[in-house]
Antibody
């Protein structure tokens, strides 16, 4: 069974750094892209970008370029989403999701809630 | 950026009735369109890809159609678990983009 398991909820202060994770299992982790999707409170889905764990090739949405960093560790089948300096406006649910190619997302993580508040 | 516009924003339907949801792209996305369902407090779930192909385990009451800029998701006979928010997503152009969602609520 394909599973994406994300790290737990985080509460941070503005200016702090954060790295959340997404661990894949039940499939060949290096053969699929992992995408990241933001959902702000009460709002819709926003595509942030994708990473190919096989070679760490990344594509960022222009809206998120320079604001976040994607990475992956093949040895532990885990993808990461990182911020260097959080803002209150980063408060949201963040989902990772699998893609066979840069197309549709066929399997989703359960989401990681990030709250940024002073 | 390709803007995806869904209509209506909210639709009220009685259980057992049909629901028709629309998604319009600001430029042609060919057949490169997917639909997702999101129930409250849950992650989205893939329903339809390539405009009309049902994902694994999705009931036949869900169907997709369209091409180019106009797409439709039809739920033929609404069940209680179908009352949710539905999103379309294009993957023909970077960046990939989602519609703003249509909420299907109980009438």
């Amino acid at each position: 069974e394909v599973q994406l398991v994300q790290s737990g909820a985080e509460v941070k202060k503005p200016g702090e750094s954060l790295k959340i994770s997404c661990k894949g299992s039940g499939y060949t982790f290096t053969s699929y892209w992992i995408g990241w999707v933001r959902q702000m409170p009460g709002k819709g889905l926003e595509w942030m970008g994708i990473i190919y764990p096989g070679d760490s090739n990344t594509r960022y949405s222009p809206s998120f370029q320079g604001q976040v960093t994607f990475s992956a560790d093949k040895s532990i089948s885990t993808a990461f989403l990182q911020w260097n300096s959080l803002k209150a406006s980063d408060t949201a649910m963040y989902y990772c999701a699998r893609q066979r190619a840069p197309n549709w997302f066929d399997s989703w993580g359960q989401g990681t809630l990030v709250t940024v508040s002073s | 950026e390709t803007v995806m516009t869904q209509s209506p924003a909210t639709v009220a339907v009685s259980p057992g009735e049909r629901a028709t949801l629309s998604c319009r792209a600001s430029q042609s996305v060919s057949s490169n369109l997917a639909w997702y369902q999101q129930n409250p407090g849950q992650a989205p779930r893939l329903l339809i890809y390539e405009t009309s192909s049902r994902a694994t385990g999705i009931p036949a009451r869900f169907s997709g159609s369209g091409s180019g800029t106009e797409f439709t998701l039809t739920i033929s006979s609404l069940q209680s678990e179908d009352f949710a928010v539905y999103y379309c997503q294009q993957y023909n152009y970077w960046p990939l983009t989602f519609g703003q969602g249509t909420k299907v609520e109980i009438k």
